[in-house]
């Protein structure tokens, strides 16, 4: 079965870097596109970023354009979102998600258990 | 950016009953649109896609209609495992928006 497990959360402080990881497993990864989704606590999902299955493809929340940067790694199964300057509004759970096609661009059909970020000094 | 509604916000409902939760697109996207149902402390499950169609797995006491840019899910015969937070999202273009979810309680 589709498994996606995320890694990389934690407490930074503003304006540093993290790194967040997605292992899949259970499908054939290269064919897929992929997304990340966060959600702040106690707020509602916002769509991230999405990335097509060859990783040609890369779509942003203006809120994260130029800070937030999708990529993947077909050999290793693993999607990844560096994140930079961080800021406060950041801080907020992230899913990896699987897209239903391999472009990255339909819905997001399986989800991972997702990872929390933590913005703070 | 296209903005997604839904209505209500929260819905208070017994087991057995049915609900409706509309959901609202300010543009046209076709049958671009999914549905989730998200429980404390959980991932979002997809329930539906293209509107209306099924994900695998998910109950046939799940329906979704389309009219316009108004969605529609439906609930028959409410059972306990069903109270949770629903969203719906559209991916006709991005930025992929979801909407602000409806809250699904126990009366």
């Known amino acids: 079965q589709v498994q996606l497990v995320e890694s990389g959360g934690g407490v930074v402080q503003p304006g540093r870097a993290l790194r967040l990881s997605c292992v899949a497993s259970?499908?054939?990864?290269?064919?897929?596109?992929m997304h990340w989704v966060r959600q702040a606590p106690g707020e509602g999902l916002e769509w991230v970023t999405s990335?097509?299955?060859?990783?040609?493809?890369?779509f942003y929340a203006d809120s994260v354009k130029g800070r937030l940067t999708i990529s993947r790694d077909n050999p290793k199964n693993t999607l990844y979102l560096q994140m930079s300057n961080l800021r406060a509004e950041d801080t907020a759970t992230y899913y990896c998600?699987?897209?239903?096609?391999?472009?990255?661009?339909?819905?997001?059909?399986?989800w991972g258990q997702g990872t929390l970020v933590t913005v703070s000094s | 950016d296209i903005q997604m509604t839904q209505s209500p916000s929260s819905l208070s409902a017994s087991v057995g009953d049915r609900v409706t939760i509309t959901c609202r697109a300010s543009?046209?996207?076709?049958?671009?649109l999914a549905w989730f149902q998200q429980k404390p402390g959980k991932a979002p499950k997809p329930l539906m896609y293209?509107?209306?169609v099924l994900q695998s797995g998910v109950p046939s006491k799940f329906s979704g209609s389309r009219s316009g840019t108004d969605f529609t899910l439906t609930i028959s015969s409410l059972q306990p495992e069903d109270f949770a937070t629903y969203y719906c999202?559209?991916?006709?273009?991005?930025?992929?928006?979801f909407g602000p979810g409806t809250r699904l309680d126990m009366k």
């Open positions: 259970g499908f054939s990864f290269s064919d897929y596109g």
């Open positions: 293209a509107a209306s």
């Open positions: 990335v097509s299955h060859d990783g040609r493809n890369k």
């Open positions: 999202q559209q991916y006709h273009s991005v930025p992929f928006t």
């Open positions: 998600a699987r897209d239903q096609a391999n472009t990255g661009g339909y819905y997001p059909d399986s």
């Open positions: 543009q046209g996207i076709s049958t671009y």
